[in-house]
């Protein structure tokens, strides 16, 4: 017998919203329920679904919708960090699912923390661990026993070594690549098409092949 797929809300109704849609859609575990979006008027459609209202409209919806489960698509990681922490602080029951798309690859031993998204093409090798609402996007490559922290993100196409350790809420952009074994701080951002050869402190930006860190950065400076 077939399991009964579970209603979720996904929270944004941009680009990142997109994607995401697509995910759940894919592993045909879920029925979306509808967008919540504070900047989006009601019935504003992406992808063939409603926003239904904003996240302050979510104890009710959660009632006539029958679910307490969804997912933030928001693409800034200090941004995503913030609505979850609403999220939490005005409707604590909501639980987060974590969307895996099926071309995507998941070693052995691997874990996944709550509302994490892993995009199409993506691998995640053994050993490895990413946090909780961290983006592991397209075709992005996470190897043997590293660690993602909570809201950091792998741009596209981004790789890393084994045994790489990177910080909370840090960015590693799209097609940069991290050698084995290195270290990088929290809230640092690694530059598009970086060769990262050495540790990069917290609170840094760094580019370039090698690269090097070009300034510093404050939590929540936008990156996108």
């Not at 209603?7 to 509808?34: C, H, M, P, T």
Request: neutral net charge; glycine residues 12%.
């Amino acid at each position: 017998m077939c399991a009964e797929k579970q209603r979720v809300f996904v929270v944004g109704a941009s680009g990142q919203a997109r994607v995401v849609i697509d995910i759940l859609e894919k592993q045909n575990r879920y029925v979306i329920a509808g967008l919540l979006d504070s900047f989006k008027p009601v019935h504003t459609r992406l992808c063939g679904y409603e926003v239904k209202g904003s996240e302050n409209d979510l104890p009710s919806l959660t009632k006539e919708y029958e679910t307490a489960l969804g997912v933030v698509a928001i693409g800034d990681n200090v941004l995503r960090s913030e609505v979850v922490r609403r999220l939490r602080k005005s409707f604590p029951a909501f639980g987060f699912v974590t969307p895996i798309h099926p071309s995507a690859q998941i070693g052995r031993d691997v874990m996944l923390g709550d509302g994490t998204v892993v995009m199409a093409g993506a691998i995640i090798n053994p050993g490895a661990v990413i946090g909780a609402h961290c983006i592991v996007n397209t075709n992005a490559s996470v190897d043997h026993d590293s660690w993602l922290g909570d809201y950091g993100s792998m741009g596209p196409g981004a790789t890393t070594g084994g045994n790489v350790r990177i910080g909370e809420f840090t960015a590693v952009a799209q097609r940069a690549s991290i050698i084995h074994g290195l270290c990088i701080g929290e809230h640092a951002v690694i530059g598009a098409g970086a060769t990262v050869l050495t540790d990069i402190p917290s609170f840094v930006v760094a580019h370039g092949t090698p690269a090097r860190v070009s300034r510093k950065r404050t939590a929540g400076e936008a990156y996108l």
